[in-house]
């Protein structure tokens, strides 16, 4: 699936860039294509206003033809920097064409006939003849008309070699744009990829998980379906033992069923104003009990009144999480203190457990789920190893951080949070 992905995104990259490049270059073409034109056009005109301008101050000759006082050199006609081939002709009375000036053009006397015929019945004007590759612009003086013909292989060679340096840009370009689209979409998809395997990952953890139990159970069974006539008092502990294994299974479901939460839009729709002292109290009361198990001290530093805007469920899912984990972790005789303090808009909730600790290797992945830091624990002792993955899910969706500190005997979780959301 993420290969298709990233040949997707390469393929959408590679399309809207050639879209673009099209887009671009036609219009360099099209602006190009029209300034050429009207270089043409500039051109003829440039070449008949000598002869305009000179039959408006001349008599008219007898022989028709206007006579121009000096020779026209093809230099003479230039636009800009270019120089464009323009050839003039003066209409005589009977539809023939006498030769005024050819600026190295070229046209062979059937195209030159042909092109009178089809400038005949225009009185006045510019335009193209596209079946005899010409330009033309036609006046009319007073000594009769004058044509101006250029050769539309001007136009049209400028553009092939525009279209073709185009056409090497644009291939280059995309060869250029295809690298790096392949390096942005291992740069883009880079999340992807961790969430899916992380996603991969997390499956696989919990078949195992669940299998465990379930094979318990089914072996439990086999054993109770071979003696169906033995009492239940006989094979109680094949029922406790199953009954055991399910509820191992209902929390392990409850924890995914947990971090499978809704997006966090939809949570923090449901926040409200939430007192966390109190809510750390009532957690501490309640693990007293547990404490007193275990021969554990726990004690309690809590800053008064510290409110946050928050889902006090998932808060409260937060404190017990930290508080059960210090407790199991925590050695006979040993302290679990918790501690809550407020400095401006910043609340900071820590929990420190004295006991085994957590190796540096083990840090960076704690709060991986189905992350156990001592492998050899068992499910009964050890959990699942999401725990600490359910903690930094509920302090992420209230906009905070959380780390984790071992130092000698003691470890440390904080959670940052900020007041106001």
């Not at 198990?293 to 899912?317: A, C, F, H, S, Y």
């Amino acid at each position: 699936m993420l290969k298709r992905l990233h040949r997707k995104f390469v393929f959408i990259n590679m399309l809207l860039i050639t879209v673009v490049l099209v887009v671009v270059f036609s219009a360099i073409c099209i602006t190009n294509y029209q300034q050429w034109v009207s270089e043409v056009r500039q051109a003829l005109d440039e070449s008949l206003s000598v002869y305009v301008a000179s039959a408006s101050h001349e008599a008219p000759s007898t022989t028709g033809v206007p006579q121009i006082g000096g020779k026209v050199e093809p230099g003479d006609k230039h636009t800009g920097s270019r120089f464009i081939p323009v050839a003039t002709y003066f209409v005589e009375e009977d539809g023939s064409l006498t030769i005024l000036t050819e600026d190295n053009v070229s046209i062979e006397t059937t195209i030159l006939e042909q092109a009178a015929l089809d400038t005949a019945s225009i009185t006045e004007g510019n335009g193209a003849l596209d079946d005899l590759g010409l330009y033309y612009l036609k006046r009319v003086t007073a000594d009769g008309t004058v044509i101006a013909f250029a050769d539309t292989s001007y136009v049209s060679s400028s553009l092939s070699t525009l279209i073709l340096t185009l056409a090497g840009v644009g291939a280059c370009a995309l060869i250029a744009f295809f690298i790096i689209s392949l390096f942005l979409s291992k740069w883009a998809l880079r999340p992807v990829d961790k969430a899916w395997e992380q996603q991969q990952r997390f499956v696989a953890d919990a078949s195992h998980e669940l299998k465990t139990p379930l094979t318990v159970m089914l072996a439990n069974n086999s054993i109770l379906l071979a003696h169906k006539s033995d009492t239940v008092a006989s094979q109680l502990q094949w029922v406790e033992s199953t009954q055991s294994e399910a509820k191992l299974m209902q929390g392990l479901i409850d924890d995914m069923l947990f971090l499978a939460k809704p997006d966090n839009q939809q949570i923090k729709q449901l926040f409200t104003e939430v007192d966390f002292s109190t809510l750390l109290e009532r957690n501490l009361l309640q693990f007293e009990s547990v404490a007193y198990e275990k021969d554990i001290v726990l004690e309690g530093t809590i800053e008064p009144n510290v409110t946050l805007r928050g889902n006090e469920t998932r808060l409260q899912r937060l404190i017990s999480t930290l508080l059960d984990n210090a407790c199991k972790y925590s050695n006979a005789g040993g302290t679990v203190t918790a501690s809550l303090k407020q400095n401006r808009n910043i609340i900071q909730f820590s929990i420190t457990n004295t006991g085994s600790t957590i190796g540096e290797e083990d840090l960076p992945y704690i709060f991986d789920r189905f992350y156990r830091s001592d492998k050899a624990r068992t499910r009964d002792t050890g959990g699942y190893g999401l725990g600490l993955a359910i903690a930094k899910e509920v302090v992420e969706e209230h906009g905070g951080t959380i780390s984790a500190q071992s130092v000698g005997n003691t470890t440390t979780f904080t959670a940052t949070l900020a007041k106001t959301q």
